[in-house]
């Protein structure tokens, strides 16, 4: 049988904290010979290390060219009684002298080995290490049968070889030393617990690292499949390329598990996306399916994390290792994270990241050079280092607790409820393709009587021809097993946008934050399903609670779209929201709760720097009305900048005509083409993932009507915005990132002319 088969021999059970490696040709059961075989190794390296020096000096000599007279070609002593294949040097009478005589060339042990006579034990011990090692690797070269697994331990046994002959250290000769791929496995991760869980409360981001640690473990000891197995496997993808890390793993990660002259690294430590996404498809279905089958014998306190919690994350995680624009792949990331709250590390480490030189290697493709910093922007390190001190909630402007403050967010308790598993949510329907199921008819019941009870200018029967209709969805709200509220919605695909049918909460629950956490959770589920507006016909009483949800009367959606799709009411409103998919809504209030903490201490940091207070001003005693601001003292010291220089429009109306005027005419220059609009998900995948703060020119437009650009500083920041977006997401040799510049250039000249900035 093959050492090498087997992809999960010797992993770790999930949820152990150690794991049992692997022996190349151990030929074993999982975890049984796997282990086995290393304690094996280890406990012959112990016997030989504590014999006496004669069989220290008869083992080495079977590795030492013979000195006698500088001229026989013996590279090896060899017993006149030899020992039986594999040697088994534990067991073997010790029965040797310096005088006994050589097999091969007649000379004597002692010569054989003149060179050992005034080495130090810890040496002659080293190179006994690597001698055992190298019997091993001969074993497992017979032993094994994949042809590409056999050439590598020939490889390695070679070079052992060579290292006791010569007295030297075990160094792989390679192209390229570790690590191979930045960011490594284990940074990646690293940057997806960041990415996706850093708005989490400490308690459920150290879940996270939790399950993030375990996973990073498991692939620690995973069994790499044969290049063989894999062409087999998957022929379409890059075997070359496979086979090259697979060779890597084995001489830097698996066999030095054994053979443990050889240095070890840790696969997550030196190995990148590239590695990752070769095995993690079949990685996921075995770990889920062990976990499975191990479930009854899980302890407690771990089987939510693994039975429940793992499955999720590894989902979450897939999306990202294998999406081609993830940030969390960028080099950027890793700059920006570095010292970031939650660094996570499998425990095991043997060398750190940072002791590794990366040799200088092929340039990224264009995706993974996207930056997420942006220019102007407070450093992300600033950010991080702040972050790490407001990890306890209770010290955050509204606490987290139970003990809700009038600052708290509506739908804060409703978020504290859904945690707890008080209620849920849950998105259901009729099918006519699919038996029924009776929990979930009597949730449409349930949903049907909330929808008439608080609608009751609804006929019932149209009520329930809806709900019951397997074109319309309910997002349902679970409380104690009944239907406590729910939204009822029909979703137009082709025409982009979500008829919002019937939306209530039972009377006894109103106001208690449901209906903004039912309406985040809808706004979720169809970020999810790309679906990006929101119609409804709102009763004359619900306008209020839907403009609270970012509802307006002002409708995005073209009429020709909706126009004879969506039902007409008599005496309600249409209203309309427009969703922004990079806004996790569920959570959005807790995160402009973080943010607002973030910025209080920066302001404080800022404020403890400066700690000299000046004089009051005492001119405007003598008769001075107004002084410019930058001639207060200390005032500059504070960090304030005057906007650059130029003319700042006290008037507002002449404010909103000059910026009308130079927006007109920006976007009517021939460059402006690329930024009359929002980026459309559709036509640039993963654009806001990259650029977190998007802007267009109709956004401006729209601004500008409604007079929010109350300084000329805020009108030419969210331009600059829109040109550094285009140049931070696209390449430079692009046409958008030319229309950027030349557009750039352009914007410049007017706001000149306008005498916005000085000429
Ligand atoms: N008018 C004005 N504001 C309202 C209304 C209302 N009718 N209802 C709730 N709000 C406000 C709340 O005061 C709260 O504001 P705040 O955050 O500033 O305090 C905010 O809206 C959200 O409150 P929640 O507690 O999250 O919402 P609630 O759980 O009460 O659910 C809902 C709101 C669904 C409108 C509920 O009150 C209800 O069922 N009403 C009766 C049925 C109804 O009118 N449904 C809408 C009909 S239109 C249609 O279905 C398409």
Redesign the pocket.
């Known amino acids: 049988m093959s050492g090498s088969a087997g992809i999960q021999q010797g992993s770790p059970a999930i949820g152990a904290a150690g794991s049992a490696p692997a022996a190349p040709g151990a030929g074993g059961t999982e975890g049984s010979g796997a282990t086995v075989g290393s304690a094996r190794i280890a406990v012959k390296k112990a016997q030989l290390r504590s014999s006496p020096r004669p069989k220290k000096l008869e083992k080495l000599g079977v590795y030492s060219s013979c000195k006698a007279e500088g001229a026989c070609k013996c590279n090896s002593w060899k017993s006149q009684n030899p020992p039986p294949t594999p040697p088994r040097t534990d067991q073997q009478p010790n029965t040797f002298n310096l005088q006994d005589p050589c097999r091969s060339c007649s000379h004597t042990l002692g010569d054989h080995v003149t060179h050992l006579e005034n080495v130090s034990e810890e040496e002659m011990n080293r190179l006994l290490g690597i001698a055992l090692d190298v019997e091993y690797l001969n074993t497992c070269v017979h032993k094994e049968e994949d042809a590409d697994t056999k050439q590598v331990y020939f490889s390695l046994f070679k070079l052992l070889r060579k290292c006791i002959l010569q007295m030297g250290r075990p160094v792989v000769e390679a192209q390229e030393s570790p690590p191979f791929e930045k960011p490594s496995i284990e940074q990646g991760v690293n940057n997806f617990v960041q990415y996706k869980f850093s708005h989490l409360p400490s308690k459920e981001r150290q879940t996270i690292v939790e399950l993030a640690k375990m996973f990073l473990n498991q692939i620690n000891y995973w069994q790499l499949e044969t290049p063989s197995q894999r062409r087999q496997r998957a022929p379409a993808d890059d075997a070359a390329g496979y086979k090259v890390n697979y060779t890597r793993w084995l001489c830097y990660c698996n066999v030095p598990q054994f053979c443990d002259s050889l240095p070890r690294y840790e696969t997550t430590q030196i190995f990148g996306r590239t590695l990752l996404r070769s095995v993690f498809t079949v990685m996921r279905k075995q770990l889920l399916e062990q976990a499975r089958q191990e479930k009854d014998k899980l302890p407690p306190e771990k089987r939510t994390l693994i039975l429940t919690h793992f499955p999720k994350f590894l989902s979450m995680l897939e999306e990202e290792v294998y999406s081609h624009s993830s940030p969390i792949w960028s080099e950027e990331f890793l700059a920006g994270s570095s010292g970031g709250p939650i660094p996570i590390h499998t425990g095991k480490t043997h060398l750190t990241f940072s002791q590794l030189k990366r040799k200088p290697s092929e340039p990224l493709p264009h995706e993974e050079t996207k930056k997420l910093r942006i220019v102007g922007d407070i450093p992300m390190e600033l950010i991080n280092e702040v972050m790490a001190t407001i990890t306890d909630p209770a010290s955050m402007l509204g606490p987290e607790t139970s003990l809700l403050s009038a600052h708290s967010a509506?739908?804060e308790a409703?978020r504290l409820e859904e945690r707890r598993g008080v209620i849920e949510f849950h998105v259901i329907g009729n099918s006519l393709n699919q038996k029924p199921n009776k929990r979930i008819l009597m949730w449409l019941v349930g949903l049907q009587n909330v929808f008439s009870h608080?609608?009751p200018r609804m006929p019932k029967e149209y009520i329930t021809r809806l709900v019951f209709d397997p074109k319309h969805k309910t997002l349902s709200l679970i409380k104690d097993g009944r239907v406590i509220?729910g939204i009822c919605f029909r979703m137009f695909p082709s025409q982009s946008f979500t008829e919002?049918?019937?939306?209530?909460?039972?009377?006894n629950?109103?106001?208690?934050?449901?209906?903004?956490?039912?309406?985040n959770h809808l706004k979720e589920y169809h970020i999810k399903h790309d679906i990006l507006n929101f119609l409804?016909?709102?009763?004359e009483?619900?306008?209020?609670?839907?403009k609270?949800?970012g509802f307006s009367k002002d409708i995005k959606v073209p009429m020709a779209k909706y126009l004879g799709y969506i039902k007409d009411y008599e005496g309600?409103t249409l209203m309309g929201c427009e969703l922004n998919p990079s806004i996790p809504y569920t959570e959005f209030s807790v995160i402009i709760k973080k943010q607002k903490e973030i910025i209080k201490k920066l302001i404080e940091r800022k404020q403890a720097q400066i700690r000299k207070v000046y004089p009051g001003l005492s001119c405007f005693k003598e008769g001075v009305r107004q002084i410019p601001i930058e001639s207060i003292p200390g005032i500059r010291e504070t960090g304030w900048k005057p906007v650059g220089k130029g003319k700042e429009l006290k008037d507002p109306d002449q404010l909103y005509s000059t910026l009308k005027t130079i927006l007109q005419h920006v976007k009517s220059h021939q460059n402006a083409w690329p930024f009359m609009e929002p980026v459309k998900k559709t036509e640039a995948p993963g654009y806001y993932q990259v650029i977190r703060f998007p802007m267009d020119l109709k956004t401006m437009s729209e601004r500008l009507k409604s007079r929010y650009y109350t300084t000329r500083k805020l009108f030419m920041a969210d331009m600059q915005r829109i040109f550094t977006n285009c140049r931070e997401y696209n390449p430079p040799e692009s046409e958008y990132y030319k229309c950027a510049n030349l557009l750039e250039k352009f914007f410049y000249t007017k706001i000149k002319e306008a005498g916005l900035i000085e000429k």
């Open positions: 509506r739908d409703a608080q609608l509220g919002i049918v019937f939306c209530a909460v039972t009377s629950e109103q106001v208690k934050g449901y209906g903004t956490h039912l309406m409804t016909y709102a009763d009483y619900a306008i209020g609670y839907f609270k949800q309600a």
